[in-house]
């Protein structure tokens, strides 16, 4: 650990003490759980999951075989280092590649609910999917304003797929069976779509 990162705090495990896992006297961003017994170090990931929610997670091993380390990484470790295996640079490669892939999954999941927030009125978000929400995001932030066919396909498609507007039409009919009543999307064929607050 020391040759692989500037600071940590080291802590001893016991089956009555939550030292090594509280929040309230160190916030940390990972955890790395060593030792040879799997099944064990799992029951501890899997006890303490909610606090875990959005850490990183790394099981440490030594002379593990790779069925041990895959069974660590489908108990939902972030990833199993064999200490015997992999040389200090390539934990240290292996950590800044799990941090980004950490932080960027942490900044999505905070988009989603910001973008969530903004359709939580206007409809049962619960129940649309990715792809929908994209489309009725879109929408609102025209304000009213029309939203083109060609515009929604680049929403969609992420500027690279072309999308049909038969397909547009069919992912509209189903945003509108989401819709709370108080909100209505309208069509104009050679225009687009718009959201309008119904009267």
């Not at 972030?78 to 950590?95: G, K, L, Q």
Request: charged fraction near 30%; glycine fraction near 6%; hydrophobic fraction near 40%.
């Amino acid at each position: 650990m020391s040759e692989v990162f500037h600071f940590f705090e080291e802590y001893s495990y016991s089956e009555n003490s939550t030292n090594f896992i509280a929040t309230a006297s160190s916030e940390y961003d990972a955890i790395f759980i060593g030792g040879n017994d799997v099944r064990r170090m799992i029951r501890v990931l899997k006890s303490f999951s909610p606090i875990l929610k959005n850490k990183l997670k790394v099981c440490i091993l030594a002379n593990a075989t790779p069925p041990k380390r895959a069974r660590a990484v489908a108990a939902g470790f972030d990833d199993a280092i064999d200490i015997e295996r992999t040389s200090p640079a390539e934990a240290v490669w292996r950590s800044r590649a799990m941090w980004r892939r950490y932080v960027q999954s942490l900044e999505q999941h905070f988009r989603d609910r910001r973008q969530d927030s903004q359709l939580i009125e206007i409809a049962d978000i619960s129940r649309l999917p990715r792809r929908h929400k994209q489309i009725l995001l879109g929408l609102v932030a025209r304000k009213g304003r029309y939203l083109s066919y060609h515009e929604i396909s680049n929403i969609i498609g992420n500027g690279i797929d072309e999308v049909s507007v038969k397909h547009i039409q069919v992912l509209i009919c189903q945003i509108r069976k989401f819709l709370n009543k108080d909100y209505k999307i309208i069509c104009e064929k050679q225009r687009g779509y718009r959201i309008i607050l119904g009267g």
